[in-house]
Nanobody
Framework: QLQLVESGGGLVQAGGSLRLSCAVS????????MGWFRQAPGKEREFVAA????????MYADSVKGRFDISRDNAKNTVYLQMNSLISEDTAVYFC???????????????????WGQGTQVTISS
């Protein structure tokens, strides 16, 4: 089993920054890739960023490229999403996800991930 817990969400003014954290516990040796997704009310869950657990290869959605950065702190067993230059369109519930499949390349598809956190709300005020 794998447990993911997001934190760090909140209310931020447009143009500001915020860092989300995803604490990972359980069978972490089985992780092959991790990602961040977000979902706004009435919209589908969309890809934000992902990386390979083994190689650290990263992938970003065009909407956040150059503004967001995904990283990992091995000592704390935590994955981060640094968000800069925030805009109103970034408002959503952000989810951390992990995949234990054989493939380790980052993926933008939610169905490629088998473990999910409960999400943390990020609200951008204009």
């Amino acid at each position: 089993q794998l447990q993911l817990v997001e934190s760090g969400g909140g209310l931020v003014q447009a143009g500001g920054s915020l860092r989300l954290s995803c604490a990972v516990s359980g069978r972490t040796s089985e992780i092959r890739r991790m990602g961040w997704f977000r979902q706004a009310p009435g919209k589908e869950r969309e890809f934000v960023a992902a990386f390979s657990w083994k190689t650290d290869n990263t992938m970003y959605a065009d909407s956040v490229k150059g503004r967001f950065d995904i990283s990992r702190d091995n000592a704390k067993n935590t994955v981060y999403l640094q968000m800069n230059s925030l805009i109103s369109e970034d408002t959503a519930v952000y989810f951390c996800a992990a995949d234990t499949a054989i493939m380790s390349m980052p993926s933008k598809f939610p169905l490629d991930y088998d473990s999910w956190g409960q999400g943390t709300q990020v609200t951008i005020s204009s």
